[in-house]
Nanobody, 128 residues
Framework: QVQLVESGGGLVQAGGSLRLSCAASGRTFSTYPMGWFRQAAGKEREFVAAISWGGGSTYYADFVKGRFTISRDNAKNTVSLQLNSLKPEDTAIYYC?????????????????????WGQGTQVTVSS
């Protein structure tokens, strides 16, 4: 069982930055690939970024490449998402999630249904 708690959301102007963090409980955190998803009002949840259990591989949605960076610290049981050059369309609730397949295929990183554990989300609002 894994419990996830996100933090770091807030209100920022377009072009600004935020750093989201996700704290995980459980001794086996370091074996889980992790992902970030987001859901804007009235829209479906969508993939943002993911990282392999060891941190050596990262995956990004096309719309965030070059602006967002995912990282993890297995010693501290945390995964982070650095958001730079934010746009109003980045406004959403951001969720971190744990994927219990230790070696998912590339496509399995992108699918929300592959992540059984989710945090409660943190709101990111970008004003124009």
């Amino acid at each position: 069982q894994v419990q996830l708690v996100e933090s770091g959301g807030g209100l920022v102007q377009a072009g600004g930055s935020l750093r989201l963090s996700c704290a995980a409980s459980g001794r086996t955190f370091s074996t889980y690939p992790m992902g970030w998803f987001r859901q804007a009002a009235g829209k479906e949840r969508e993939f943002v970024a993911a990282i392999s259990w060891g941190g050596g591989s990262t995956y990004y949605a096309d719309f965030v490449k070059g602006r967002f960076t995912i990282s993890r610290d297995n010693a501290k049981n945390t995964v982070s998402l650095q958001l730079n050059s934010l746009k109003p369309e980045d406004t959403a609730i951001y969720y971190c999630a744990a994927n219990v397949r230790r070696y998912p295929s590339s496509s399995q990183y992108y699918r929300a249904q592959e992540y059984p554990y989710w945090g409660q989300g943190t709101q990111v609002t970008v004003s124009s």
